[in-house]
């Protein structure tokens, strides 16, 4: 038959590698710096902390603007060596993409340690007692491609439901520690 409600996993019982979660209601214990994800042309990606994010975006920007700067020139100054024809602004994309500097891809990483919710034996969710054993107690969550209204939002010491996560084992490769991610 048609089960009525989510159904919700309690982080104790993820396995490492074991599929998608539904549902899972966490308590976040800590909120880390936001972390920025770059993914170049070349199919491989840098992390980046907030200072470092934003030196690299202003190389960027430099590096853009000087190869808009030197096109500029080259179209006003007779087109020498340039081959745009009619279209400048196709000319321009070309020359930017041509050193990567038409688009930066990158999102933003929310990290956070979180702990399996536990409800006090009035709370409706309440199942009985339950043993701890054997489950991780505490995984660290990352959210890829997080909206300012998610990290407006997420604050310490607060539970929340999250849905379609994938556990994975830490790099640490301890039993009781799993990097869940959206």
Excluded at 32 to 39: A, F, H, N
Excluded at 131 to 148: F, H, I, N, Q
Excluded at 149 to 160: F, M, N, P
Aim: glycine share 10%; hydrophobic share 30%.
């Amino acid at each position: 038959g048609r089960v009525s409600y989510n159904l919700t996993v309690p982080l104790r019982t993820v396995v490492p590698d074991g599929g998608a979660v539904p549902r899972m209601i966490v308590h976040v214990r800590h909120v880390y710096p936001l972390m920025y994800q770059e993914r170049r042309a070349d199919g491989t990606s840098v992390l980046r902390c907030e200072l470092a994010e934003r030196r690299a975006q202003n190389k960027w920007h430099s590096a853009r603007e000087s190869v808009m700067h030197d096109m500029q020139e080259t179209m006003q100054n007779g087109g020498d060596g340039w081959s745009g024809g009619d279209d400048p602004e196709g000319a321009m994309r070309d020359a930017l993409e041509e050193k990567d500097l038409f688009e930066r891809r990158t999102s933003v990483v929310l990290r956070m340690n979180v702990t399996g919710y536990n409800p006090s034996p009035g709370h409706p969710s309440y199942r009985g007692p339950q043993s701890l054993r054997g489950g991780p107690s505490s995984a660290m969550l990352t959210v890829w491609d997080a909206d300012a209204a998610l990290i407006e939002a997420v604050r310490s010491g607060q539970t929340y439901a999250i849905t379609a996560l994938r556990p994975k084992a830490t790099s640490q490769g301890t039993t009781s520690e799993i990097s869940l991610s959206t």
